[in-house]
């Protein structure tokens, strides 16, 4: 039996449940391991030759170099990779909630990035890092947990918000949405990627007043 809709649609009802009520994500955060976790050996493959990551990179042209960015929900570290790539003096973290994605993503350290880049097991929905900590922050397919990422960002920090298949991701938020949620957190400088079918938003969190 082919699960792999039935896994879409959970994760998209997931994401709409979570972002209007956050709180309910204690309900949902088992079976969103569990789900993720099972997917994790062929995660590369379900991505492979696929253009998954065109919106987040596109999206990171237009930002400052960061001295420590964080990926959040980064599976096998697809997007932490990329930032490392393009940041050659950045220090990278990529979180994800699956320990069997993590290994993955472990696994694919080499000896040149190993001093710069690590991954994490940690819930985004409740960080183990201090205030303000990260200059650059990124989500590619991966629901937003909004005061968490207000709180970690450094004030005039950037965040990233990607999606592979635009509006037919199974994890998917409305630009609309974002940017409501964002802006009455003090967000701005909004701008909108298109790469078909990938769409990101790039936004900045204000400075101090
Ligand atoms: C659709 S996958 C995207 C993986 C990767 N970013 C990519 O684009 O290939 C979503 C990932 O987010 C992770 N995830 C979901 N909720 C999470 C949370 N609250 N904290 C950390 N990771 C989470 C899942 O385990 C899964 O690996």
Do not use: C
Request: glycine letters at 10%; a neutral charge.
């Amino acid at each position: 039996m082919n699960l792999q809709p039935l896994a879409r649609r959970l994760s998209r009802l997931t994401t709409d449940i979570v972002v209007r009520r956050p709180r309910l994500w204690f309900l949902l955060r088992g079976l969103t391991r569990f789900q993720f976790g099972r997917l994790a050996p062929q995660w590369d493959a379900i991505r492979a030759g696929d253009t998954a990551y065109a919106p987040y990179e596109a999206a990171l042209e237009r930002v400052d170099p960061p001295k420590r960015a964080l990926d959040l929900g980064t599976g096998t570290g697809g997007a932490a990779f990329a930032i490392a790539h393009r940041f050659p003096e950045a220090e990278v973290i990529g979180v994800d909630l699956a320990q069997q994605m993590i290994a993955q993503a472990r696994g694919k350290l080499t000896d040149d990035l190993a001093g710069r880049v690590r991954f994490e097991v940690a819930d985004a929905a409740r960080l183990p890092y201090g205030g303000e900590s990260f200059d650059l922050v990124g989500l590619s397919n991966m629901i937003p947990f909004f005061d968490e990422l207000e709180r970690v960002l450094a004030p005039g920090g950037s965040l990233i918000v990607a999606f592979s298949g635009g509006a037919d991701t199974p994890i998917y938020v409305p630009p609309e949405r974002l940017r409501e949620q964002l802006g009455r957190r003090g967000f701005t400088d909004f701008a909108e990627f298109s790469t078909d079918p990938g769409t990101a938003l790039l936004a900045r969190k204000a400075e101090h007043a």
